[in-house]
């Protein structure tokens, strides 16, 4: 019977996946507004990059190097991907919120993997 801890971190991987797919299926069906603030969008990739960074140098006490580095480039795509929104044209917001959740569904499927293949 698996642990506690490990039921959760195969939840956290799902939640993520379907994060991901809720991004994709947002930019196919609704045109996206760029917020009257987009120095927010900006604040929040930079944040999801000091994240990435700070996963990459601090890897969680039970996860492999691959984890880690997984996690890590996820995050830190979607954060470059956040702040290239306000940046470009309105046009491409669509397209890179797209990229943005399957870059997350790959890492949710991507980290489940690699979970269940360490148990």
Same mark, same amino acid.
């Given at each position: ?22 991004? #994709?299926?947002?930019? !196919?069906?609704?045109? *996206?507004?760029?917020? $009257? ?5 900006? /604040? =929040? &990739?930079? @944040? ?28 830190? #795509?979607?954060?470059? !991907?956040?702040?290239? *929104?306000?940046?470009? $044209? ?5 397209? /890179? =919120? &797209?990229? @943005? ?19």
């Amino acid at each position: 019977m698996p642990s506690t801890e490990k039921l959760f971190g195969l939840l956290s991987e799902f939640i993520i996946l379907l994060l991901g797919a809720l991004l #994709i299926l947002i930019a !196919l069906t609704r045109t *996206i507004v760029v917020p $009257s603030r987009p120095v927010v969008l900006i /604040l =929040l &990739g930079v @944040a999801f990059i000091f994240w990435a960074a700070r996963a990459w140098l601090r890897p969680a006490p039970n996860t492999g190097q691959l984890e880690a580095g997984v996690r890590a480039a996820s995050m830190g #795509i979607v954060g470059v !991907l956040l702040i290239a *929104i306000p940046l470009l $044209s309105l046009g491409h917001a669509n397209v /890179l =919120l &797209g990229i @943005a959740g399957g870059v997350l569904a790959v890492r949710g499927i991507a980290g489940a993997a690699l979970f269940l293949r360490a148990t």
